[in-house]
């Protein structure tokens, strides 16, 4: 069955620095995999997409990149802000249906001031 | 929270007992989806639905239904609630002109004692 995992459950960062969280897959071949952000006590809200045949997308200072070869996309916070303090889940749609998504675990990020 | 509702958002109950939430939407989509968020394991799916009257399992199914009268209204119910269904549950849809992204509820925090 597919699995998907996420680098870390936390990860610290100064602020300022660039944030790297990496979330890998296995026993699957995705169309695009998705990025979400979630924080205390919400529901978690949407970023990014990324297709297979897309290497890389930005969205300010947002970027995803997706190889299907090593079965990885990383998602970077650039000049990140205790803002951007929060749990980052991936998700990829489900191998036996189009409809659903199946979602990592997250990271927590945390941005010191 | 892109136009969901749960109901309620916080819930005790007893063991054995009933229990129903509701998400209700104002958009008109078509999908909606029933997640549980537990430390550790992430969203995991419950049920879904693709329309009136049309819904699937997903990954952790047992020991809840669903229903789907209406297009806005997603109903969860637990028939006999247990402790190991003590969690958090998010009401999701997805996207119309997007790309199966899904957008979140504000989540019902469901404690069985």
């Known amino acids: 069955s597919q699995k998907i995992e996420q680098n870390s459950e936390a990860l610290n960062i100064q602020e300022g620095k660039t944030a790297t969280l990496t979330c890998n897959y296995t026993n699957y071949s995705p169309a695009y995999l998705q990025w979400y952000r979630q924080d205390p006590g919400r529901g978690p809200v949407f970023l990014l997409l990324?297709?297979?045949?897309?290497k890389e997308k930005r969205k300010e200072r947002l970027k995803v990149t997706f190889d299907t070869t090593l079965k990885q996309s990383l998602f970077h916070i650039t000049a990140s802000q205790p803002a951007d303090s929060a749990t980052y889940l991936c998700?990829?749609?489900?191998?036996?249906?189009?409809?659903?998504?199946?979602f990592g675990s997250g990271t927590q990020l945390t941005v010191l001031p | 929270d892109a136009g969901i509702t749960q109901s309620p958002r916080h819930k005790v109950t007893e063991t054995g007992t009933p229990v129903t939430l509701r998400c209700h939407q104002t958009e008109n989509h078509r999908y909606m989806y029933w997640y549980r968020q537990d430390p550790g394991h992430g969203l995991r799916l419950i049920h879904y639905?693709?329309?009136?009257?049309?819904?699937d399992k997903g990954e952790v199914s047992d020991g809840y239904s669903v229903s789907r009268s209406k297009t806005e209204d997603f109903l969860l119910t637990l028939e006999s609630a247990t402790s190991s269904q003590t969690s958090v549950y998010f009401c999701?849809?997805?996207?119309?002109?997007?790309?199966?992204?899904?957008?979140f509820g504000p989540g019902t925090r469901l404690t069985v004692t």
């Open positions: 639905s693709y329309g009136v009257k049309d819904t």
């Open positions: 999701a849809i997805r996207g119309i002109a997007g790309e199966s992204e899904q957008y």
């Open positions: 990324i297709r297979e045949n897309e």
């Open positions: 998700a990829l749609p489900f191998s036996g249906s189009a409809r659903q998504l199946t």
